[in-house]
């Protein structure tokens, strides 16, 4: 007869059940580098050009200054992706910009933001990266900017003047919620990166951080807690409603690259992560452009029906390229949404425009871009799709609406010409540094030749 033995049935039991914790333990981690992968908002780059093409697959192009940059395969497939990449591997590429083959990246991937991320969740997001996301086995394209932006050693200077050791430090005093919120702000959520000043070698400027900023025809806001043009007046409410569905009544709208942020990544977030963004953005010192006043809230009386034409959504006036009445093009092509008297509809779904910061603030650009290109958004609560009317208004077109629905509805002191809507299609204003690249180039030039000539006439002198 056999005799129980209780060491053996001891560690029988154990090795049943250490594969199961492990296996629990390691879906907890792809879980959180999932969450991570959402937080750092990866999926709104690396994406294929197709709207409905494999997660993270790359060949998306991210319109810069310089030039479109390609997004990067980072499945696990070993041909095409990371799939080979170790975890210090991908450390580097997060936190110094150095991708596994020794190549400098450039800093569209926001590198200089996720040096601060922690190794826990650094780890968390190899993990997810390499196990939870399905191999894509598709070649991207490569960048191919322009002389001398092609030249990625040029990267090593630059990260030498601008780019920080890597870690977080958060802010003296700071209670756990702020300093989490700082951590999310200013690393995985990468805010800095739209909102923040530029200076004149494309580095962010810290005199001012997040204070607003042109971003490829869009203008992304400034985000202190400035009571005339920042956050000042909104509640930690209102800005994790905002972060969350996109829209605040009265307030604002995301759209453009903010609409992506929401849509691919801050919907996602916990409650406790969204009230810890809002507390620390709300607790950042105010910074105001010198031109900024306060937004134009105005009381918007009914348009007179015999200003408009009759009906709406009438297509022969958008389809007539010689029609420049801005009544007429307004009642054609957003009336049926936003009302005759701009004013939108009741709930909000269609919002108001004089109560909008796209109309009412100091600058018109967001409000062309919206008209240009459409606002589309998925938000927690609902999807929103402003049709584009770039394809069908031409730019004296575009002006003449932006400009009756800011004397109609907005901040009357603001006005657009053609060829200010020409400069937003293109994505604006180019940087000082690319406007002076050509001169530059000749100096580097003539340097270069004086150069040779010294080493010429030295050599000469030897003989």
């Known amino acids: 007869m056999a005799l129980f033995n209780p060491c053996s049935a001891l560690f029988t039991l154990l090795c049943i059940s250490l594969p199961a914790v492990a296996a629990e333990d390691n879906a907890n981690l792809i879980e959180r580098g999932a969450y991570i992968a959402r937080a750092a908002d990866c999926v709104a780059c690396h994406r294929t050009p197709a709207a409905d ?33 170790s ?42 990266l390499q196990n939870g996301v399905k191999a894509v086995e598709q070649a991207v394209p490569p960048t191919q900017l322009a002389f001398p932006f092609n030249l990625r050693q040029l990267m090593w200077g630059w990260n030498l003047l601008f780019l920080d ?115 620390y953005l709300l607790s950042v010192p105010a910074r105001r452009a010198s031109q900024a006043t306060a937004p134009v809230r105005r009381e918007v009386k009914p348009v007179a029906m015999h200003s408009l034409e009759t009906g709406q959504g ?26 005759r008297d701009g004013q939108g509809s009741a709930d909000a779904f269609y919002p108001s425009l004089s109560q909008n910061s796209s109309l009412n603030g100091n600058q018109a650009n967001n409000l062309v871009m919206a008209i240009v290109h459409g606002v589309q958004r998925q938000g927690a609560d609902l999807a929103v799709n402003m049709p584009a009317l770039g394809a069908d208004l031409n730019d004296e077109q575009i002006a003449a609406v932006a400009n009756y629905s800011l004397q109609t509805f907005g901040n009357p002191q603001l006005s657009i010409s053609a060829a200010d809507v020409a ?41």
């Open 165 to 279: 050791p890597p870690g977080f430090t958060a802010k003296p005093g700071a209670s756990e919620p702020l300093s989490r919120g700082q951590y999310l702000v200013d690393h995985l959520a990468h805010c800095g990166t739209c909102h923040t000043p530029r200076n004149l070698l494309m580095a962010e400027d810290p005199q001012q951080y997040l204070a607003g900023a042109p971003l490829g025809g869009w203008i992304a806001p400034n985000i202190t807690s400035d009571k005339v043009s920042g956050l000042g007046n909104w509640s930690e409410a209102d800005l994790m409603h905002f972060l969350k569905t996109g829209h605040l009544t009265d307030k604002a709208q995301a759209a453009g690259g903010m609409a992506e942020a929401v849509e691919n990544s801050l919907r996602y977030l916990t409650d406790s992560d969204l009230h810890a963004m809002a507390s």
């Open 423 to 463: 400069s937003l299609r293109k994505g604006g204003e180019p940087p000082l540094l690319l406007k002076a690249m050509p001169y530059l180039l000749i100096v580097a030039g003539l340097l270069g030749l004086l150069v040779l000539y010294g080493i010429w006439r030295w050599t000469r002198r030897g003989k």
């Open 53 to 85: 093409g494999p997660a993270m697959a790359g060949g998306y192009a991210i319109d810069s200054p310089m030039g479109a940059i390609i997004a990067s395969n980072i499945t696990p497939s070993k041909q095409y992706g990371i799939g080979n990449y």
């Open 314 to 339: 009438d297509q022969a006036s958008l389809a007539d390229s010689s029609g420049l009445d801005g009544a007429r093009l307004y009642n054609s092509a957003c009336a049926s949404c936003h009302g």
């Open 87 to 128: 975890e210090q591997q991908l450390a580097d590429a997060l936190r110094k910009g150095i991708n596994a083959k020794g190549q400098y990246l450039y800093p569209a991937m926001p590198y200089t933001a996720y040096r601060g991320m922690s190794d826990a969740d650094i780890h968390a997001l190899y993990a997810y």
